[in-house]
């Protein structure tokens, strides 16, 4: 099993900055990648950004590239997303999650964490 606890999360005003963390732990060595997923109210869960584990391959949503930026500390297992340029329309709930390959897909991750809330207002 592995475990993942989000933070960071809190409430900004349109345009600022937040920084996400995650640390993972337990059989982190069965972790090959690890990603961001969100859920604004009313809407499905979405995809955000995911990482390898060697930090050679990043994806972002297309909604998010250019303003978010995925990241990770081997060493610490942590996965971070530094958001920059938030919008009122980024206000949800941020998921952490962790699985055995890199996918925007959010049924293939093994491992979630229990959420972060972020709101922008605006």
């Known amino acids: 099993q592995v475990q993942l606890v989000e933070s960071g999360g809190g409430l900004v005003q349109a345009g600022g900055s937040l920084r996400l963390s995650c640390a993972a732990s337990?059989?982190?060595?069965?972790?090959?990648?690890m990603g961001w997923f969100r859920r604004a109210p009313g809407k499905e869960r979405e995809f955000v950004a995911a990482?390898?584990?060697?930090?050679?391959?990043?994806y972002y949503a297309d909604s998010v590239k250019g303003r978010f930026t995925i990241s990770l500390d081997s060493v610490k297992n942590t996965v971070s997303l530094q958001m920059n340029s938030l919008k009122p329309e980024d206000t949800a709930v941020y998921y952490c999650?962790?699985?055995?390959?890199?996918?925007?897909?959010?049924?293939?991750?093994?491992?979630w964490g229990q959420g972060t809330q972020v709101t922008v207002s605006s």
């Open positions: 999650a962790a699985g055995s390959r890199i996918t925007s897909v959010a049924e293939e991750y093994d491992f």
């Open positions: 337990g059989r982190t060595f069965t972790v090959i990648a």
């Open positions: 990482i390898s584990r060697s930090g050679a391959n990043r």
